[in-house]
C-alpha cells in the first residue's frame, strides 16, 4: 500500500482513538459528569492528533487546505463545548456522530493511491489488514464480489467504510450457502441496511461466478480467496489489476443480471 494511503487508515484509526472517549456505551450516556470527563479528554489528546492530521494533509509540495480546516473546525468546534452540552444527553449523542462522520469523510477526501503490489500466501494478516485499508479509505464506491461472503464482513471490513461510500455485495444465492452461515450473513446485513439505506447499500446475487473481486474507487483487486478467510489462513494474495478495457469489462460482465436483495429498487431487506 502506498504511504500515503497507509498513514491515511493510521490517521482513521487515530480518530477513533481520539472520540472512542466520547462515544460511551449506553450505560455511561445518561451521566453528565462522565460526559464532561470524556470532554475534558478529548480536548487534552486533540493538538496530538492534529500534528498528525497536517502532517498527513500538507505532504511535500502539496497542501489539501480545505480538508485540514474542515477537520480542525469539526474537531475544535466539539473541543470548545461546555457543561450545557454535556448536560444534554441527546444533543451530545448526535453531535459526536456528526462530528465523527465530517471528520472521517473529510480525511477520506484526500486523494491517495494504492500502491501495486502482491501480498503472497505467507502473509494472511498483511492480507487482512491491506484489504480492511482499502475498504476504510475508500471514499466513493465499493464493490466486493465474492461467493462465500459471511457475517464477518461486516464487521471486519466495512463497519468504519466512510458514510459518504455507496457499497455493493454480490454473492452467491442462499441455496449455495450454508444454512446457519447465510442467516447469520442476512442478520448482519440487514442491520447495515438499515445503517445505510438503499442509496448507499446494495446486496445482488448471483450464481455463474467464479472471481473474487474488490473495486475500490475504480481500482480493481484480484483476491486470493475469500475475504472471511483473510487473515486465517495462509493461502491467500491480494493482486492489483490493471484497469484496462479488458478487465473492466470482465469486472462488468460478472455483476451483470444479477439479482438484487435489497438496493435502489428493493427497498425490503430479506
Keep these: 500500500?502506498?504511504?500515503?494511503r497507509q498513514t491515511q487508515s493510521e490517521l482513521l484509526y487515530l480518530l477513533g482513538q481520539?472520540?472512542?472517549?466520547?462515544?460511551?456505551?449506553?450505560?455511561?450516556?445518561g451521566d453528565a459528569l462522565l460526559r464532561r470527563r470524556a470532554l475534558a479528554q478529548f480536548s487534552a489528546d486533540l493538538p496530538t492528533f492534529i500534528e498528525r492530521l497536517r502532517s498527513f494533509t500538507h505532504p511535500p509540495g502539496q497542501a489539501y487546505t480545505a480538508e485540514?480546516?474542515?477537520?480542525?473546525r469539526e474537531l475544535s468546534s466539539l473541543s470548545k463545548q461546555g457543561p450545557t452540552f454535556t448536560s444534554n444527553a441527546e444533543l451530545y449523542r448526535e453531535t459526536v456522530a456528526q462530528t465523527a462522520a465530517s471528520v472521517r469523510d473529510?480525511?477520506?477526501?484526500?486523494?491517495?493511491?494504492?500502491?501495486?503490489r502482491i501480498l503472497h500466501a505467507n502473509s494472511p494478516f498483511s492480507a487482512y489488514c491491506f484489504i480492511r485499508d482499502l475498504c476504510e479509505t475508500t471514499s466513493q464506491r465499493l464493490?466486493?464480489?465474492d461467493r462465500h461472503f459471511s457475517s464477518a464482513v461486516f464487521y471486519r471490513y466495512l463497519r468504519?467504510?466512510?458514510?459518504?461510500?455507496?457499497?455493493?455485495?454480490?454473492?452467491?444465492?442462499?441455496?449455495?450457502?450454508?444454512?446457519?452461515?447465510?442467516?447469520?450473513?442476512?442478520e448482519a446485513s440487514r442491520l447495515f441496511a438499515l445503517e445505510r439505506g438503499s442509496d448507499k447499500y446494495t446486496l445482488l446475487s448471483k450464481i455463474d461466478f467464479h472471481d473474487r473481486w474488490l473495486d475500490?474507487?475504480?481500482?480493481?483487486?484480484?483476491?486470493?480467496?475469500?475475504?472471511k478467510d483473510a487473515g486465517q489462513s495462509s493461502d491467500f494474495s491480494v493482486s492489483p489489476m490493471e484497469a484496462s478495457t479488458e478487465t473492466?469489462?470482465?469486472?462488468?460482465?460478472?455483476?451483470?443480471?444479477?439479482?438484487?436483495?435489497?438496493?435502489?429498487t428493493t427497498s425490503n431487506h430479506p
Aim: hydrophobic fraction near 45%.
Design 68 to 72: 485540514y480546516r474542515t477537520v480542525l
Design 18 to 29: 481520539l472520540l472512542g472517549p466520547l462515544e460511551s456505551p449506553p450505560s455511561e450516556v
Design 1 to 4: 500500500m502506498s504511504s500515503a
Design 216 to 227: 475500490c474507487d475504480n481500482s480493481l483487486y484480484l483476491l486470493g480467496g475469500s475475504g
Design 106 to 116: 473529510a480525511i477520506c477526501s484526500v486523494p491517495t493511491t494504492a500502491e501495486a
Design 248 to 264: 473492466t469489462a470482465r469486472f462488468s460482465a460478472t455483476i451483470k443480471d444479477a439479482v438484487e436483495l435489497f438496493g435502489k
Design 143 to 145: 464493490v466486493w464480489i
Design 160 to 186: 468504519h467504510v466512510p458514510s459518504t461510500v455507496a457499497v455493493t455485495l454480490l454473492t452467491w444465492p442462499e441455496p449455495k450457502h450454508q444454512k446457519a452461515n447465510w442467516l447469520d450473513f442476512i
